[in-house]
């Protein structure tokens, strides 16, 4: 996998405290600072002013559909319509690459010796690549170019650096990061998963002992169950109001 930077907004963080000022935030702060009490408060519209576009090259076709569901970005992806796949790279999971796995790393990489094959003589019997494309795999290579604006980003990290994502995902969604960090660290830094960046884990049950927070982080359940009942009570007393 490559993951290259290939534009940035410039001085963004000036170009969203201006912004800000516009709506009202209080003047005297540095830009800095009025950055990061957007990021805390997620007062966050503001943030689409700064895009980021990256180039992502060496990924499988089965990433390149997740990232398809991040819908606020805007997405380019090599054609197997239009481009040649014969000889194509593909994704081999880091769990397939450990001892005692061999076995089954050959069965994967037969099969996609197999999807070669075929791909290359249905090519060679005249057929066209957009009618040969459909037996190519999954982990097929693929390239990429996406742009995201900040507040797009932050919630793809917020998902997709959460131990529950899968794991090719959450390593482009790393390398992503380490870019983003490098570019706005005023933005970056206090942002991870759901459960650091909240304070609270929305995965509840379904958290993995994987997971480097479990220990530390509360669930939401068990916040929200503190206060629940009597919170109830408040909003039905709110509703009464109108
Ligand atoms: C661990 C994990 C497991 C997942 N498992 C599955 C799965 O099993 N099946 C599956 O289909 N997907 C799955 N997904 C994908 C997930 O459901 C989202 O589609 C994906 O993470 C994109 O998130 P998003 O909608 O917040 O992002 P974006 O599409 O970029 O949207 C950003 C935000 O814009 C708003 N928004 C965007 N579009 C709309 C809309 N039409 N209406 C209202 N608000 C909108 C929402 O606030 C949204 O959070 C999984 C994701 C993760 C992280």
Redesign the pocket.
């Known amino acids: 996998m490559e993951v290259k930077l290939l534009r940035v907004t410039e001085e963004g963080i000036d170009l969203v405290a201006e912004a800000a000022k516009v709506s009202g935030v209080f003047s005297t702060q540095s830009a800095k600072e009025i950055v990061e009490l957007i990021v805390d408060n997620d007062y966050s519209s503001v943030l689409e002013h700064i895009d980021l576009t990256f180039d992502i090259s060496r990924i499988s076709v089965a990433l390149s559909r997740?990232l398809l569901?991040?819908?606020?970005?805007s997405h380019t992806a090599r054609s197997t319509r239009y481009m040649e796949e014969k000889g194509f790279g593909y994704y081999v999971p880091r769990e397939l690459e450990r001892k005692g796995k061999e076995e089954e790393a050959r069965i994967y990489r037969e099969a996609m010796k197999n999807a070669k094959e075929a791909y290359t003589k249905l090519r060679e019997l005249g057929i066209a690549k957009e009618q040969a494309r459909y037996v190519l795999p999954l982990a097929l290579h693929t390239h990429y170019v996406v742009t995201?604006n900040v507040r797009?980003l932050l919630?793809?990290f917020m998902?997709?650096l959460?131990v529950?994502?899968?794991p090719e995902?959450r390593e482009l969604t790393m390398r992503m990061y380490k870019i983003c960090l490098e570019e706005y660290p005023a933005i970056f830094s206090n942002i991870w998963c759901r459960g650091f960046t909240l304070g609270v884990c929305p995965?509840n049950e379904v958290r993995p002992n994987e997971c480097p927070f479990k220990k530390i982080l509360p669930k939401k359940q068990e916040i929200k169950g503190k206060f629940e009942e009597r919170a109830k009570r408040i909003i039905e007393k709110e509703l009464k109001t109108f």
């Open positions: 997740e569901e991040h819908r606020i970005a995201m797009s919630n793809f998902l997709r959460c529950r994502a899968a995902i995965e």
